[in-house]
């Protein structure tokens, strides 16, 4: 099933896509519900908990709807937004829409993986060989996407809501200010994997070899965390399956960039146990359910795309209360606005990464 920007159906066409956005309410027979404290009415307005990508083609997101889970918007250079225009995240103006559509929409979980290649090893290497003003032109614009996407994490880790980030395990992003802010975030850690353990693999002479590609994930979700734990035991080039490990590198390195099936069930297995264990999601009872009179509109502070990029702890602070616990108040009494100004409490942690 192919999702037109992560949402819709195969029977829907560019103009219902259009008119019906990711985050619309819904309500069915089956999911009606009568509320606790006006017995005898019913609440046939239900939130769809969504995972929306950005940077990405839809990977995660074309696994869904599946177990109470729908599709949000994928944003990347290969799909458009409503206006048939690509997402291209290099024009400020797509950024801000990008950031007005999550407002909107307000996925449960985003998964982001921005452009990598200025900050890997390899081309550290190849950097003094080029003109100073270039690689300073490159990282300048590698850097503001990076800012801009971990901008749009610290906002739904604000908001009692969910991330996934993925970068190279070696790649020189994860010592950079703006993600080192969002590692600091309530119950933020990192991972790391090889790429191999979950089906990555290349051509190599005509033979399909894994490709280890060492992996680090970050994200507030712990059901993600425990699933994502395998590395590679083998040794000398050997993948533990015992055949011979592709270099990533050159066309396989493109390639490599496109998760695998078994890689995009395994996140989605992870956002699952998650959710159901902090009690988001219930066998055959999909959803959050907010009470319609009383759910509110979360109240975002104005944060120009500079302003984003620049943004500080002492701005985005971590409420003690979990994100779980943030995101019940924030739909069921509609408290959003208030747990928003009045968080308080400790800054975030370095958890263990």
């Known amino acids: 099933m192919r999702w037109m920007n992560g949402e819709g159906d195969d029977n829907m066409t560019c103009d219902d896509n259009v008119r019906v956005h990711a985050s619309e309410v819904i309500a069915t027979e089956e999911l009606m519900m009568m509320t606790e404290n006006r017995p005898g009415t019913v609440n046939e307005v239900r939130q769809r908990p969504e995972i929306a990508e950005i940077y990405s083609p839809p990977r995660i997101t074309a696994l869904l709807p599946n177990g109470g889970l729908y599709p949000g918007v994928a944003m990347d250079l290969t799909t458009n937004d409503e206006n048939g225009q690509p997402w291209d995240f290099d024009n400020p103006q797509q950024r801000q829409r990008a950031r007005e559509r999550l407002r909107r929409d307000k996925p449960l979980v985003l998964v982001g993986s921005p452009m990598c290649t ?12 080029m003109h100073p003003d270039k690689v300073r032109a490159i990282l300048a614009k590698t850097r503001m996407h990076l800012n ?27 010592e950079e200010p703006a993600v080192r802010r969002v590692m600091k975030m309530t119950n933020v850690q990192v991972s790391r994997v090889d790429a191999c353990q979950y089906g990555m693999t ?145 800054p975030g942690r370095v958890l263990p990464v």
């Open 118 to 129: 200025a900050f890997s090893r390899l081309q550290a290497i190849n950097f003094p060989r």
């Open 148 to 174: 801009f996407v971990c901008s749009l994490y610290e906002e739904q880790v604000r908001y009692g809501r969910y991330l996934i980030h993925e970068h190279p395990a070696m790649a020189t992003s994860w």
């Open 202 to 346: 290349g051509s190599y002479h005509g033979e399909e070899l894994p490709i280890k590609k060492p992996t680090r994930w970050m994200t507030n979700m712990k059901g993600v965390i425990e699933i994502l734990q395998r590395t590679c035991s083998g040794r000398d080039g050997l993948c533990a399956d015992g055949r011979q490990h592709a270099t990533c590198t050159g066309k396989r390195a493109e390639m490599a960039a496109i998760y695998p099936l078994k890689l995009c069930k395994a996140i989605l297995q992870g956002i699952t146990n998650h959710l159901t264990k902090v009690g988001l999601l219930h066998q055959g009872c999909m959803g959050i359910m907010p009470d319609a009179e009383d759910e509110a509109e979360t109240s975002y502070p104005e944060v120009s795309d500079r302003e984003s990029e620049e943004i500080t702890m002492a701005r985005i602070q971590s409420a003690e209360t979990s994100p779980e616990e943030m995101l019940r108040a924030a739909l069921v009494l509609g408290c959003a606005r208030d747990f928003a100004e009045n968080c308080g409490g400790e």
